[in-house]
């Protein structure tokens, strides 16, 4: 059964840090493209961060730039999405997502994969 699971998510003071991790199940990583998406309550998904099959091209929506970094580790067929500087507004529930190409941006539609989402909330 292929299959994508999320974890790391978990509630954070505002100025604080969490990594999201996406482990595959059932099948390699290695020719997929992943995509971070999120959905806050009552808001569409939006997309996060993507990188390619190969690692070798990020892209980062401007509300986290600078503050989230995305990397993967094919080895271990899991990708990462390392968050700092975390502020209320970036309290939704994430999603890695997987396509079967080199590179994916932010089209929800794109996606052949997806995780049950891990819940991250910033608070004090």
């Known amino acids: 059964q292929l299959q994508l699971v999320e974890s790391g998510g978990g509630l954070v003071q505002p100025g604080g840090s969490l990594r999201l991790s996406c482990a595959a199940s059932g099948f390699t990583l290695d020719y997929y493209a992943i995509g971070w998406f999120r959905q806050a309550p009552g808001k569409e998904r939006e997309g996060v961060s993507s990188i390619s099959s190969s690692g070798g091209s990020t892209n980062y929506a401007d509300s986290v730039k600078g503050r989230f970094t995305i990397s993967r580790d094919n080895a271990k067929n899991t990708v990462y999405l390392q968050m700092n500087s975390l502020n209320p507004e970036d309290t939704a529930v994430y999603y890695c997502?997987?396509?079967?190409?080199?590179?994916?941006?932010?089209?929800?539609?794109?996606?052949?994969?997806w995780g049950q989402g891990t819940q991250v909330t910033v608070s004090s």
């Open positions: 997502a997987a396509r079967s190409t080199e590179v994916a941006y932010f089209d929800p539609g794109e996606y052949d994969y």
